[in-house]
């Protein structure tokens, strides 16, 4: 236990700092009217309620810890309901370096605390953390099921079946009959094909049958029924994963339904959304912060007056694939602003960056429609159009009052 005084301007009357690891949790104290004192506690419930008793007992009203891994949790979960908690990003803790030990660490960030020169991380609510679970263990077993099916191609080719080369999907309806008949042995090809076949494909019945004929062995037939029986047992779990989902959700219609304004995004699209930013969009001073917090606009990096590369922050590994998506869909909805902006970036800035803008978008529209309880309000595919027109009609009007033409008796002229 170490004892001293912290001189420095205070914003915070009494606050604490706590440097986490898996095993231990060292907790340093300060502020007006009482000393400095650091304590190590173990990461069991019982010693942090310990530790809960004597921060409450000191009147301790602020922490601090950073957010390394998973071991936060345990520890935020005990002092959520009785302290205000500060989640630092740990790149913003950094201490002098050669000093670094555990209850250094820990000083170091209540002094920072006290000073009020920490910025918290975004925490939602225990019911949207645990909604966010829910979303992202799903995502993880779509992406399990979208591995088991390149495995189903893989052994296909390895076997000499080039379905791959005829048909767009071979996960699909026709690709599926197809694939289940061969492994349960069929033989007679063309009559499976002609109980399979249907007009829209683009492959003949004949490519069908060339693209059938290999040479499907017993293995074959083992690992593509494994893989099979898996993919089922997972999409057997996503269903339930969603029925859990949506008795979650069960307070959100209003918003869920808001969200599903907006084009390219659908219920999923809303659900994942919610899931990740909530509801409650106080939490951000305005729509800038949260996509900041995103990652789903530019960095700053400026020095000497030069600007260098300001390439996105890596930013919610999750959400910004799910808007790259949604944008997506959106930019394939015909008569929107979104396609029609899309169409007017990706000639100077490329397809990938045009969608990263339009996803960008959509989670402005998001912040908007989630704080002001109002639907999406369609700009249309001609806005782009009419503003370039408005301001071209803007820019000759100044042209012409700088040359001393009297624009007041042109219009009335006219």
């Known amino acids: 236990m170490e004892q001293s005084t912290i001189e420095f301007e205070q914003l915070i009357e009494r606050g604490c ?16 009217g009482i000393k400095v004192e650091t304590k190590t506690y173990e990461t069991f419930t019982s010693s942090l309620k310990e530790m809960k008793e004597w921060l409450m007992s000191i009147g301790i009203t602020h922490i601090a810890m950073e957010s390394t891994g998973v071991y936060w949790k345990p520890i935020f979960n005990i002092l959520e309901d009785s302290f205000e908690i500060m989640l630092v990003n740990a790149r913003h803790l950094k201490n002098v370096p050669g000093r670094k030990t555990d209850k250094a660490d820990s000083r170091w960030i209540c002094k920072l605390l ?25 995502t993880k077993l779509a992406r399990e099921v979208a591995s088991e099916k390149n495995r189903i191609q893989r052994i296909l080719e390895d076997a000499n079946i080039k379905l791959s080369s005829v048909v767009s999907d071979t996960s699909g309806t026709v690709a599926t009959k197809l694939i289940d008949g061969l492994i349960s042995g069929r033989k007679d090809l063309e ?20 693209a059938l004929t290999g040479r499907l062995t017993s293995h074959h037939v083992f690992m593509l029924k494994q893989m099979k029986a898996h993919i089922a047992y997972i999409e057997s779990q996503i269903l339930l994963i969603d029925t859990e989902m949506d008795n979650k959700l069960e307070g959100y219609n209003e918003e869920l339904g808001l969200l599903q304004t907006i084009p390219g995004v659908a219920k999923e699209g809303a659900k994942r959304i919610l899931s990740e930013i909530g509801a409650n969009m106080d939490v951000f001073p ?9 990652g789903m606009c530019p960095g700053n990096n400026e020095s000497a007056g030069k600007k260098k590369s300001s390439r996105t922050r890596h930013g919610n590994q999750y959400l910004k694939p799910l808007l790259v998506e949604l944008a997506w869909g959106a ?7 979104f396609r029609a902006k899309y169409e007017s970036m990706i000639g100077r800035r490329g397809k990938k960056r045009a969608l990263l803008a339009i996803g960008h978008k959509i989670l402005v529209a998001s912040y908007h429609i989630l704080k002001d309880k109002v639907p999406y309000q369609e700009l249309g595919a001609n806005y782009l159009l009419e503003r370039k027109k408005k301001n071209k009609i803007d820019y000759l009007k100044r042209q012409l009052k700088e040359l001393g033409y009297n624009i007041e008796k042109i219009e009335e002229a006219a």
Do not use: M
Not at 114 to 138: A, C, H, Q, T
Not at 191 to 210: D, F, M, P, W
Not at 286 to 294: K, N, R, T, V
Not at 331 to 337: I, V
């Open 191 to 210: 009559v499976l094909i002609n109980e399979c076949y249907h007009g829209k494909l683009s492959a003949t019945k004949e490519e069908l049958r060339q």
């Open 114 to 138: 006290l000073s009020g020169l920490l910025k918290g991380s975004f925490v939602p609510p225990e019911n949207i953390r645990e909604l966010r679970d829910l979303s992202r263990y799903k």
């Open 286 to 294: 305005d729509e800038h912060h949260l996509a900041s917090w995103a």
């Open 331 to 337: 930019t394939r909805t015909k008569g929107t602003y």
């Open 17 to 32: 700092g706590i440097d986490v690891h898996k095993e231990t949790a060292v907790a340093t104290v300060g502020g007006k």
